[in-house]
T-cell receptor, first 113, second 110 residues
Framework: DSGVTQTPKHLITATGQRVTLRCSPR?????VYWYQQSLDQGLQFLIQ???????AKGNILERFSAQQFPDLHSELNLSSLELGDSALYFC????????????FGPGTRLTVT | GQQLNQSPQSMFIQEGEDVSMNCTSS?????WLWYKQDPGEGPVLLIA?????ELTSNGRLTAQFGITRKDSFLNISASIPSDVGIYFC??????????FGGGTRLMVKP
């Protein structure tokens, strides 16, 4: 158990809908990262937050957004969902903001039908 | 998106055999990491490497950070059935984001 928790474990929704994925980092970690894992693209970095502020952005679609709250938990919002958004979404956390080892949560499996 | 070149893509070995997999990149990384992912789970950190040329062990696992900073390898000695899973390399720079390899799927025959 990495100490990173994610909810829900599974999510099934229809195209065009909007969903919110939630992540709680390990105790004491200030950084939260979101990754998408799909069969064709592998594991791809989406976005990082450090202590409530956006720190780095990867290949995140404009339909996706994230935030980190004062209690350091984070949410990833996915809107106008398409079939191709079906994937595993992982949250990871690390103590600081630079070069730290990242510990991954169990993931949320999103299926868009 | 950019990925590291990880090989082999899959391996089917006999229990007790040694395993070797590697990762190469066209870019330099400051840190190389190796993760293992079991079905339905998130990647679990196995080994982190911080200096070019560094050789680090974690039990039966040994990993090295290539001298050019563009490659890394992972060896598993005396494989056992619970080594089954997908192994990922990842490169990291000061920007923090991890760039992952495509994974090596390891299957072990008892």
């Amino acid at each position: 158990d990495s100490g990173v928790t994610q909810t829900p474990k599974h999510l099934i929704t229809a195209t065009g809908q909007r969903v919110t994925l939630r992540c709680s980092p390990r105790s004491g970690d200030l950084s939260v990262y979101w990754y998408q894992q799909s069969l064709d693209q592998g594991l791809q970095f989406l976005i990082q937050y450090y202590n409530g502020e956006e720190r780095a952005k990867g290949n995140i679609l404009e339909r996706f957004s994230a935030q980190q709250f004062p209690d350091l938990h984070s949410e990833l919002n996915l809107s106008s969902l398409e079939l191709g958004d079906s994937a595993l979404y992982f949250c990871a956390s690390s103590p600081g903001g630079f070069g730290d080892e990242q510990y991954f949560g169990p993931g949320t499996r999103l299926t868009v039908t | 998106g950019q990925q590291l070149n990880q090989s082999p893509q899959s391996m089917f070995i006999q229990e007790g055999e040694d395993v070797s997999m590697n990762c190469t990149s066209s870019s330099i990384f400051n840190t190389w990491l190796w993760y293992k992912q079991d079905p339905g789970e998130g990647p679990v950190l196995l080994i982190a490497l911080y200096k070019a040329g560094e050789l680090t062990s974690n039990g039966r696992l040994t990993a090295q950070f290539g001298i050019t900073r563009k490659d890394s390898f992972l060896n598993i000695s005396a494989s056992i059935p619970s080594d089954v899973g997908i192994y990922f390399c990842a490169g990291q720079n000061a920007g923090n984001m991890l760039t992952f390899g495509g994974g090596t799927r390891l299957m072990v025959k008892p």
